[in-house]
T-cell receptor, first 112, second 117 residues
Framework: SQQGEEDPQALSIQEGENATMNCSYK?????LQWYRQNSGRGLVHLIL?????REKHSGRLRVTLDTSKKSSSLLITASRAADTASYFC????????????FGQGTRLTINP | GAGVSQSPSNKVTEKGKDVELRCDPI?????LYWYRQSLGQGLEFLIY????????KSGLPSDRFSAERTGGSVSTLTIQRTQQEDSAVYLC???????????????FGAGTRLSVL
């Protein structure tokens, strides 16, 4: 079964607004990653946050991690039409290989 | 090549036929992963290779699915006697580091869209 739940399943906002997506997971993790997928094909890595980190920034992206609540959020500031895509959180568990366990994803639409 | 290459990009087959999906990882990446993405099940892990060995095959859904990797590079995912529920996008990823604690950024190919009629 999937490790993560993502919220919301779909989000539609106006260009220039900020977009926030949330992810929850069930078991202890080594790290949590966010990926973007365009047109239902390959995924692109966006950002990785380790279990001992609480916040991380990369350009217009900000990721937070709360291990006590087993949750993470991805904030995209000043959204652009090109940010339209599906966003997935993925966890790497402490036990086992480095496989990614994905959430169900959030479909983000940026309206011009 | 610069990225992970998968072939074919699309495959249409008849129920009961065997199919082979190919993945060329990024040169120098020792770890290789297969995932499957379908409408009902989301993104699921199938199998993980470290070099030519597969320490984690836990995601393979049945014994009709198998995979191999040769020369620490190219991998082939084989589905025998395909069923309609096998229809999905099969994604391959590779990474430089695997095992233990630490970073594992995976680089994905564009996937193979398999349609079983």
């Amino acid at each position: 079964s999937q490790q993560g739940e993502e919220d919301p399943q779909a989000l539609s906002i106006q260009e220039g607004e900020n977009a926030t997506m949330n992810c929850s997971y069930k078991t202890s993790i080594n790290n949590l990653q966010w990926y973007r997928q365009n047109s239902g094909r390959g995924l692109v890595h966006l950002i990785l946050i380790r279990s001992n980190e609480r916040e991380k920034h990369s350009g217009r992206l900000r990721v937070t991690l709360d291990t006590s609540k087993k949750s993470s959020s991805l904030l995209i500031t000043a959204s652009r039409a090109a940010d339209t895509a599906s966003y997935f959180c993925a966890t790497v568990l402490i036990q086992g290989a480095q496989k990614l366990v994905f959430g169900q994803g959030t479909r983000l639409t940026i309206n011009p | 090549g610069a990225g992970v290459s998968q072939s074919p990009s699309n495959k249409v087959t008849e129920k009961g036929k065997d199919v082979e999906l190919r993945c060329d990882p990024i040169s120098g990446h020792t770890a290789l992963y297969w995932y499957r993405q379908s409408l009902g099940q989301g993104l699921e892990f199938l199998i993980y290779f470290q070099g030519n060995s597969a320490p984690d095959k836990s995601g393979l859904p049945s014994d009709r699915f198998s995979a191999e990797r040769t020369g620490g590079s190219v991998s082939t995912l084989t589905i025998q006697r395909t069923q309609q529920e096998d229809s999905a996008v099969y994604l391959c990823a590779s990474s430089r580091l695997a095992g233990g604690y630490g970073k594992n950024i995976q680089y994905f190919g564009a996937g193979t869209r398999l349609s079983v009629l």
